[in-house]
């Protein structure tokens, strides 16, 4: 499992990953949120949706403030608010992803 905290940069605590069959998952809660929708749910609601930049950056905000106020001892965050602030944020990073290119791609003049 040491493969995916260096591919991943994920931490993999027992107690903030999910559990299954008796096995523990590869990915924390959060990064298995993150993940998945960059890598699957992302790209396919990127199509069907219009991108916001306000949009994208609201939904990277309860990630922060669910690991910041972790962190900082203020609360206990569980796996399942985990799971849903890493999908939020997965969208919100691709969906900030394809704005960059599409902009960056406007800049060049068409031939």
Do not use: W
């Amino acid at each position: 499992m040491e493969i995916f905290s260096l591919i991943f940069g994920c931490h993999q605590i027992k107690e903030r990953s999910f559990i299954i069959r008796n096995r523990q998952m590869p990915l924390c809660a959060r990064c298995t949120g993150f993940y998945s929708s960059l890598l699957i749910l992302s790209p396919i609601l990127c199509v069907f949706l219009p991108e916001n930049i306000h949009l994208s950056i609201i939904l990277t905000l309860p990630l922060i403030i669910d690991g910041e106020t972790q962190f900082m001892g203020f609360r206990e965050s569980n796996n399942i608010l985990r799971l849903i602030t890493g999908l939020l944020a997965g969208y919100g990073v691709m969906s900030l992803l394809f704005l960059v290119v599409e902009h960056t791609i406007s800049l060049f003049p068409q031939v």
